[in-house]
């Protein structure tokens, strides 16, 4: 049986995460034997290991956490090794920037030492990247040099979109293009498709909205990437010219008081509902009429594409790998970033319009389901492992 050792920096709430214990547990069918290595969660974000159905494969690594911490890092590249010398996987599949670090390091230190019979194959996941809209123009720099080197320690880099792919290769010289395989991510669908006209009626008198609200509703950590200040931003302008507009804002983060006395300054408390985290999401798009991202950046916008699963058409900032989902103006909107008066203004007109917003939904549902489900995510993946060991 083909082992393989999945490592990703914490199971957060997010795309990577949901790819991680899929991937960890539906491949299992394949042939593969999958350990998943996950460290520290930070402070306000939500937790996904309520998705794991066999918690019994995931191993905790409280020393590897998302902030650069030398210590706890050198203590994480010394498990990582550990475990690698243990298990002695044919492959390491890393997901994140600091798993991918320190995973990738001490699989190049395994390979010059224990591995050489059999070295581990590495692959390593972008699904997004952390140079741009993250961190200072310096610290950017500093990763952008790290993740060339670590390229050279790599078989195979995913990018999860074609868009993150050129951006990586051409605008940030991170690998040869040979390298590279684009697999976008997969998921379980059926809930949100399953999302219909007779539960919009009850989702809604279960979130307290009125059956003839106006509702938009996002979903995500409230940090800084997000920039649900602008999402704020657009709401103002979209409730001055609809009385009947409700913004709901699932998810938290260190942001969330701030953004609370925002709405409160601005006028529109009595607009917005924040949610805090949950997990039925499919009742927040039952009772939604729009979904609004306003992110900086974004690899591949998982809450959009399970809003479109639900026939609920999306608008959102032009940044990241959006365009990859909206692909054209028949699912969704798209506006430049930064611009709430472009965002409010294809809100307030698809508002305007329910007959344009069903079509828009129904297009949308169609064409997510064909391109993002998780039976075609592990197909992908069982491929690009095969091809590495054979």
């Known amino acids: 049986m083909t082992r393989v050792l999945r490592l990703i920096t914490r199971l957060n709430i997010g795309g990577p995460s949901i790819q991680a214990i899929a991937l960890t547990e539906r491949l299992a069918d394949r042939g593969f034997d999958t350990r998943l290595v996950h460290g520290t969660l930070g402070p306000d974000e939500g937790d996904m290991r309520y998705l794991m159905r066999t918690p019994e494969v995931a191993r905790y690594l409280p020393a590897l956490r998302r902030p650069i911490a030398p210590l706890s890092d050198a203590v994480a590249l010394a498990q990582v090794l550990d475990m690698l010398r243990d298990l002695r996987p044919h492959i390491l599949h890393t997901h994140m920037a600091k798993a991918g670090s320190v ?24 699904h997004g990247h952390v140079l741009e809209g993250y961190f200072s123009p310096a610290r950017t720099r500093a990763f952008l040099g790290v993740e060339r080197l670590l390229a050279r320690a790599t078989d195979r880099l995913v990018a999860i979109s074609p868009r993150i792919q050129q951006e990586l290769v051409a605008e940030h010289r991170i690998g040869r293009p040979d390298q590279y ?26 979130l307290g909205l009125a059956q003839d609200a106006h509702v938009i509703s996002t979903a995500g950590r409230l940090t800084a990437i997000k920039r649900h200040d602008l999402l704020l931003d657009t709401a103002r302008l979209v409730a ?32 917005v509902q924040f949610l805090g985290w949950r997990r039925d999401l499919d009742t927040l798009y039952a009772a939604s009429d729009l979904f609004l991202l306003t992110s900086r950046n974004e690899g591949t916008p998982v809450a959009l594409i399970e809003s479109l699963a639900a026939a609920v058409p999306g608008v959102s900032t032009d940044v990241g790998g959006v365009r990859d989902v909206i ?13 709430a008066g472009a965002l409010a203004d294809h809100v307030n007109a698809l508002l305007a319009d329910p007959e344009r917003r069903r079509r828009m939904g129904e297009a949308g549902r169609q064409a997510v ?22």
């Open 369 to 390: 389901s064909a391109r993002y489900g998780i039976d075609r995510l592990v197909d992908d993946i069982e491929r690009l492992y095969r091809e590495l060991l054979h």
């Open 103 to 126: 995973g990738r390091l001490a699989a190049a230190i395994f390979n010059r030492t224990a591995g050489r019979d059999s070295p581990v194959r590495v692959v390593h996941t972008y």
């Open 327 to 339: 692909d054209s103006d028949r699912i969704g909107l798209i506006a430049p970033f930064g611009d």
């Open 181 to 206: 395989r684009v697999i976008p991510l997969g998921f379980d669908l059926q809930r949100m498709i399953a999302v219909g006209e007779p539960q919009r009626r009850v989702a809604r008198a279960a």
């Open 240 to 271: 001055d010219r609809d009385s009947r507009a409700i913004f709901l804002i699932a998810g938290d983060g260190e942001l969330r008081s701030a953004l609370e006395q925002q709405a409160r300054e601005a006028g529109i408390a009595n607009r």
